[in-house]
């Protein structure tokens, strides 16, 4: 896509429409106006449109069309802008750029913005650059964040490249920055880390946004320190308490809706039951994965969800439209059909059911009824986006092995350890992390696990199995152990992902430690990915070739895969909703309470590295 013209460039064309000496490229005829900015519904409105951009809005467009005009007849839907997710992970829908894109056009979504931290832990800046620039020849708006935490905690994991004040500010200059991604090293924020703070200072200096995130449940000293640091909204909320103290210390409460996140429900409270200013919240996905774009939908998902919690609909439609784009300081480009903003625009005949009907961005019809009308040509990522899974050694099941030891190393250089055995057949009373369904939190569990020849074993009736981080960026060989509790596994089975939040190195989980390894060595094989093993047999796959985060398929493809591996998921006993996105994020080390890393067991309440063992 060529570069989008500005309102500057074209206020006498648009004048001239309006005025009606010039002919609109587009009219559409007897619309129902959802105005953004006044909170109305107004009837019998018809928009023009020239050169991509909105030249008039009221009751008679008919002076705007000429021999070559395109007439739409709205024949009395709704008119309403199109939608923006206001911070959300391409990587996570397991696809690039170009095709989540391709899947999200047809729900409505007409601009996104997109935090690349994911490969940006993996390739590091021309990571960032490359999807930078694939967002660039994009049909829609998609604006991109500049990653700040790689990684997102120092010393507490090891990714595959850094990121820090230089690139940073360096990256303030690219043309389709918008500002800095989720502050994640929140501790380093109120410590005063000077890394964070050069970063957060470069993107103020530059005029653009800082993004945040505080994963903490603490509201007292600690995150007003944060707020100081210069964070604008954080999406981390899951509480009633977490909103109301956001907006009152001015930031914006992002309301997050992904595949596995629900935590609108207990926030819009705010607006619903106490009364705050809606124009303080905004609806986003944070992460969605394709099977979740293909099948549910994307914002338009999030707008019906949040709608159902008792929001108007136009203000629920604000707080993905309006809101989103003052907050990013773009609402003279998006976020309303207004004059001199883009012609994206979305036909809709029920504003709280919410079927996309029509998709018009940029003053093209982009999809009708659910099917994208245009075709988008795929983006070729060069050569050292792929190959990425460096493991260093064929991985056996001995690399799973969990020494019962007194005095265990906190960071172990592969499976086996060091230590003193304990007696076997005594038990062993060891950490566990407790997944939380639909929540990225987890819980900080303790267990008391059998003994078997001096390992320490799973324990199905507790629903506990092994959890091993497999580093993959510099080919150490290096496996950290640990064990998971909630996934419900009842066979011998394991599933492996290269998609680990944040560090993004290996995640396996399983019952078997047989499995564990042939799952990771086939994800070593196909250049990463996610796969499922069952009994010794590989019973689902979903190659992720770049940088072992994203496939190069249609998103239609890779949801099928991906729904084959929920499925497989579930052969092995689990029943966690979206269990997938569960396990991608149990190496995540700023978010409570208890995850894995390459560096051990991270107690993240407190920022240390715990032993597996507990004396």
């Not at 924020?189 to 890394?195: A, E, I, K």
């Not at 969800?305 to 707080?319: D, E, K, N, S």
């Not at 093209?364 to 990425?388: K, M, Q, W």
């Amino acid at each position: 896509m060529t570069t989008p013209t500005t309102w500057s460039q074209l206020t006498q064309t648009l004048v001239a429409v309006a005025m009606g000496r010039q002919p609109a490229d587009l009219v559409i005829c007897d619309g129902r106006w959802v105005n953004v900015h006044s909170g109305e519904i107004i009837p019998h409105t018809d928009v023009a449109v020239t050169r991509g951009r909105i030249a008039y809005v009221g009751e008679d467009a008919s002076h705007t069309i000429g021999e070559g005009t395109r007439v739409i007849e709205a024949g009395g839907r709704y008119l309403v802008p199109g939608l923006c997710d206001a911070h959300m992970h391409v990587e996570s829908g397991m696809v690039t750029v170009t095709e989540f894109a391709r899947a999200v056009i047809p729900h409505g979504t007409t601009s996104m913005f997109i935090d690349p931290h994911e490969i940006a832990n993996v390739l590091g800046l021309p990571g960032v650059r490359l999807m930078h620039d694939e967002a660039a020849t994009l049909p829609i708006n998609v604006y991109v964040q500049m990653p700040s935490c790689v990684p997102s905690a120092p010393g507490l994991e090891t990714p595959g490249a850094s990121i820090g004040p230089a690139e940073v500010a360096e990256a303030m200059t690219w043309p389709g920055i918008i500002g800095l991604g989720e502050m994640m090293n929140f501790p380093g924020v109120y410590l005063g880390d000077d890394r964070m703070h050069a970063e957060m200072a470069a993107t103020l200096r530059a005029g653009r946004v800082v993004g945040g995130h505080y994963a903490s449940p603490d509201l007292g000293r600690a995150f007003h320190g944060y707020v100081a640091g210069g964070p604008a909204d954080d999406h981390e909320g899951t509480r009633l308490e977490d909103a109301i103290a956001r907006v009152r210390q001015g930031m914006k409460a992002m309301l997050r809706l992904g595949s596995a996140w629900y935590d609108v429900a207990s926030q819009v409270r705010a607006i619903t039951e106490l009364g705050l200013d809606s124009r303080n919240f905004i609806l986003c996905t944070d992460d969605s994965h394709s099977g979740t774009l293909v099948g549910e939908g994307h914002m338009d998902r999030v707008v019906r969800h949040a709608i159902a919690q008792g929001l108007r609909p136009v203000t629920a439609i604000q707080m993905a439209t309006l809101n989103t784009a003052l907050h990013f300081g773009v609402e003279k480009d998006i976020g309303s059909i207004t004059p001199g903003r883009y012609a994206d625009i979305v036909l809709t005949s029920d504003l709280s059911a919410l079927p996309i009907e029509l998709v018009i961005a940029h003053g093209e019809v982009l999809a009708e009824n659910g099917h994208i009308l245009i075709d988008i040509p795929p983006y070729s990522y060069p050569d050292f986006a792929v190959g990425t899974v460096r493991l260093g050694k064929r991985l056996a099941a001995a690399d799973f092995d969990v020494p019962a030891l007194a005095d265990p190393p906190l960071t172990p250089p592969t499976g086996r350890g060091i230590g003193l055995p304990l007696p076997g057949g005594e038990g062993c009373r060891v950490r566990v992390i407790g997944v939380v369904e639909n929540q990225a939190p987890t819980k900080a569990l303790e267990a008391t696990l059998p003994v078997v020849d001096g390992l320490i074993q799973p324990d199905e009736a507790q629903d506990v199995c092994h959890i091993a981080l497999v580093e993959r960026h510099r080919a150490t060989g290096a496996v950290t152990n640990g064990f998971v509790g909630g996934f419900g596994f009842n066979v011998p089975c394991a599933v492996a992902s290269t998609v680990a939040h944040d560090s993004h190195h290996m995640i396996v989980v399983g019952t078997d430690k047989g499995d564990m390894a042939r799952a990771a060595n086939r994800l070593g094989e196909v250049g990463g990915g996610v796969v499922v093993f069952k009994e010794g047999r590989e019973i689902a796959l979903v190659e992720l070739p770049i940088a072992g985060l994203m496939s190069n398929e249609r998103a239609e493809v890779v949801a099928a895969k991906a729904e084959r591996m929920g499925a497989a998921l579930v052969e092995c006993g689990c029943t966690l909703h979206n269990a997938y996105m569960q396990l991608s994020l149990l190496a995540l080390v700023v978010i409570p309470e208890l995850r894995i890393s390459d560096r051990g067991i991270v107690d993240v309440r407190r920022f240390e590295v715990m032993p597996l063992v507990i004396d």
